[in-house]
C-alpha cells in the first residue's frame, strides 16, 4: 500500500538478517516494486544483488522472470553492458536461460531487434548436448525473421523443430509462427486486387481513351434510355460480385488472426500463471 515506505522496510530488513531467507524475500521484493515503479536504476541495482547472492535459491526462478521482464520493458536504459553485469554471476545454463527466456517475451512483445540479440546469445552459450535449448533457440530466431526475406526457409526450419522438444506453450507459439509465417507467403487473390476505374492510376492515352469512352457512352444513354439501364444492371452485378469477394477475403484474413489471438493468448496465461 505504501511502496516507498515498504522499499524502506526492506532496506532495514536486509541490514538486520543478512544472508538468510528474510535478505533474500527482501530483495526480490524490492526488485518487483521497482520495477513496477519503473525505477530503472534501483531496480537493476537490486538484481544485480540477488545474482551475486542469491542465485541458487529456490525461488531464483521468480527472480529471472522479474529480471525478463525489466530487460524487456526497458532494454533501452539497460544495455548490453549493464545486463552482462548482472549475468556475470551466474553459471553457463542459467545465462542461457535468461537468454532464451528474453529471446522468447521479446518475441511474443514483437521487438525484433531484441530477440536476435537474446537467441545469438543463448546460441552462443548451447552445448552440442543441449538439444532442448536448441530447439527453443531455432524456434525465437525463427519467429524473429518471419518478418524478413527468406520466409520460405524460415518457415522449412520451424517445421522441422521437434515438437517432443518443446513445452505446451511453445508447442503453441510455433503453430502461431507457422500460421503467419504461411500468410506470409500465400499469393494474393487477384480477384482481392480488382479496382474500380481510376484516371490517376492508369496512363495518359488510357486515362484518356477511357474518358473519351464514358463521354460517348453518357450521350449513347441519352439516346437510348433501354442500353442505359442495361448498363447500370450490369454494373451492379459487378459491383456485387467484387463486394461479395472482398468480403470472403476479409472474412478468412480475420479467422486466421482469431487463430493467432487464440493461440497467443494461451500462451500469456501461461506466462502469467
Known amino acids: 500500500m505504501n511502496d516507498a515506505a515498504a522499499l524502506e522496510l526492506f532496506d532495514l530488513a536486509r541490514l538486520m538478517a543478512p544472508g538468510t531467507l528474510v535478505e533474500e524475500a527482501a530483495l526480490r521484493r524490492s526488485l518487483f516494486i521497482a520495477a513496477r515503479k519503473n525505477m530503472v536504476d534501483e531496480a537493476l541495482y537490486y538484481a544485480q544483488l540477488y545474482a551475486r547472492r542469491f542465485i541458487n535459491s ?23 553492458d549493464r545486463l552482462n553485469q548482472i549475468l556475470s554471476f551466474m553459471d553457463r545454463p542459467r545465462k542461457r536461460e535468461v537468454y532464451l527466456r528474453i529471446a522468447r517475451k521479446a518475441v511474443i512483445s514483437g521487438l525484433r531487434d531484441l530477440a536476435v540479440f537474446a537467441y545469438g546469445r543463448a546460441e552462443s552459450l548451447l552445448s552440442p548436448s543441449d538439444t532442448a535449448p536448441q530447439a527453443l533457440a531455432d524456434l525465437y530466431s525463427g519467429m524473429a525473421r518471419i518478418p524478413t526475406d527468406g520466409v520460405g526457409d524460415v518457415l522449412a526450419g520451424i517445421n522441422a523443430i521437434s515438437e517432443q522438444q518443446l513445452s505446451p506453450r511453445d508447442r503453441a507459439l510455433r503453430e502461431a509462427a507457422r500460421i503467419i509465417a504461411v500468410e506470409v507467403m500465400r499469393q494474393p487473390d487477384p480477384n482481392s486486387l480488382t479496382q474500380a476505374f481510376s484516371p490517376m492510376m492508369n496512363g495518359p492515352d488510357e486515362a484518356g481513351g477511357e474518358v473519351k469512352r464514358a463521354q460517348a457512352s453518357k450521350v449513347e444513354s441519352k439516346a437510348n434510355p433501354s442500353n442505359a439501364n442495361l448498363a447500370a444492371s450490369s454494373g451492379d452485378e459487378a459491383a456485387a460480385k467484387f463486394d461479395e469477394t472482398f468480403k470472403g477475403y476479409v472474412s478468412d484474413r480475420r479467422q486466421t488472426l482469431e487463430r493467432i489471438d487464440q493461440l497467443l493468448e494461451g500462451v500469456n496465461k501461461e506466462i502469467k500463471s
Request: proline content about 4%; aromatic content about 14%; overall charge negative.
Open 58 to 80: 529456490p525461488y531464483a526462478g521468480q527472480y529471472a522472470d522479474l529480471l525478463v521482464d525489466l530487460v524487456v520493458l526497458n532494454y533501452g536504459k539497460v544495455g548490453d
